[in-house]
């Protein structure tokens, strides 16, 4: 059973930064997608950054230019730099893998982004 499990949300004012962390039970490279999601209440979830092996990184328009993710294989870890943060980028952030034909999911970690 693969494990996904996230650290480093957190209460921030607006402008500050963040970085999420996603440590895997296993090795990253062994699945074909990896990304990040996040709900906010009363909103359906939807995706902020995805990567796969063979494509540059994936953003949500609403977040390009100041969130970057990134991994590690030696770490088995995805990350999320969140920049610029605003209110609205408050949400339960959610890592994210595909390895066909099973979907993996953390547990959320919840960002919470003050005016």
């Known amino acids: 059973q693969v494990q996904l499990v996230e650290s480093g949300g957190g209460l921030v004012q607006a402008g500050g930064s963040l970085r999420l962390s996603c440590l895997a039970s296993?090795?990253?490279?062994?699945?074909?997608?990896m990304g990040w999601y996040r709900q906010a209440p009363g909103r359906q979830r939807e995706l902020v950054a995805a990567?796969?092996?063979?494509?540059?990184?994936n953003y949500a328009d609403s977040v390009k230019g100041r969130f970057t993710i990134s991994f590690s294989n030696a770490k088995d870890t995805v990350y999320l730099q969140m920049n610029s943060l605003k209110p609205e980028d408050t949400a339960v952030y959610y890592c994210?893998?595909?390895?066909?034909?099973?979907?993996?999911w953390g547990q959320g970690t919840q960002v919470t982004v003050s005016s």
């Open positions: 296993r090795s990253i490279s062994s699945f074909a997608l």
């Open positions: 990567f796969t092996p063979t494509t540059s990184a």
């Open positions: 994210h893998a595909q390895a066909s034909p099973f979907y993996y």
